[in-house]
């Protein structure tokens, strides 16, 4: 795996781009002089943490031959501001699932995605709470 970064102003706009030539932009907080032409660092933490646990949930339904019809994903978190560097404290992470969907499967899904499988969770996870909920939609 290889990302490679290009600062795109003389400010702290930069462009991320993967070995498939994907890009993301990135900038930092307005409040140091960011403009506003990308994601922040933390927030790319919390794009990771969706999508690597989404990924994962999503599979582990498709192997329980669970009828996933769309999924959504909002992430809320708070940051130890009162500590330099300020890292998160507690993230919250909740699915709307829309489908026919067994609770048990799901929360099975759910379990195994964030105490097995989703690797950015379990990183994230050493250092702040995570927490997860749910709300299928029939």
Do not use: W
Request: hydrophobic fraction near 40%; aromatic fraction near 8%; charge should be negative.
């Amino acid at each position: 795996m290889e990302i490679n970064l290009a600062r795109k102003n003389k400010k702290f706009h930069f462009e991320a781009e993967n070995a498939e030539g994907q890009v993301v932009g990135i900038d930092a907080n307005p409040a140091i002089g960011g403009e506003g032409k990308g994601f922040r660092p933390m927030e790319m933490l919390l794009v990771g943490l969706g999508g690597c646990s989404g990924i994962d949930m999503i599979n582990v339904l498709t192997k329980q031959k669970e009828p996933l019809d769309d999924v959504k994903i909002k992430i809320t978190a708070t940051r130890r501001d009162n500590e330099v560097p300020a890292i998160f404290e507690v993230i919250n992470i909740h699915f709307d699932l829309f489908g026919e969907l067994s609770i048990p499967k799901v929360e099975r899904a759910l379990d195994l995605t964030f105490e097995k499988y989703c690797s950015v969770s379990n990183i994230i996870g050493r250092s702040a709470e995570i927490r997860f909920s749910y709300q299928i939609h029939s």
